[in-house]
């Protein structure tokens, strides 16, 4: 069983900057990827910004320039760095993380954490 736990949301003027973290703990043996999604009110949850084991980095097109995603897998943890932000960047903001389990083979998963609020007032 894996815990996701988030922080760094908030609310923020137009045009400031918040950074958010998440780290994995409990029943996950490596990492694979991480990264953040985010869901406004009526609205289909959408990639924001991923990261691999690897480095290799994607991001949404509205927020190329404007976010920073990095990790450090020793901690497993992930953070998004978000500058420049926009009224149209609030939504809730979800960690995800795929790897694999504790079993032997390992099982790849997949597991979202409960999501932080982030607020840009224009």
């Known amino acids: 069983q894996v815990q996701l736990v988030e922080s760094g949301g908030g609310l923020v003027q137009a045009g400031g900057s918040l950074r958010l973290s998440c780290t994995a703990s409990g029943g996950i043996s490596s990492v694979s990827a991480m990264g953040w999604y985010r869901q406004a009110p009526g609205k289909e949850r959408e990639m924001a910004a991923s990261?691999?084991?690897?480095?290799?980095?994607n991001y949404a097109e509205s927020v190329k320039g404007r976010f920073i995603i990095s990790r450090d897998y020793d901690k497993k943890t992930v953070y998004l760095q978000m500058n420049s932000l926009k009224p149209e960047d609030t939504a809730v903001y979800y960690c995800?993380?795929?790897?694999?389990?504790?079993?032997?083979?390992?099982?790849?998963?997949?597991?979202w954490g409960r999501g932080t609020q982030v607020t840009v007032s224009s």
């Open positions: 990261i691999t084991s690897g480095g290799v980095t």
């Open positions: 995800n993380i795929e790897g694999y389990d504790v079993a032997w083979p390992p099982r790849r998963l997949s597991s």
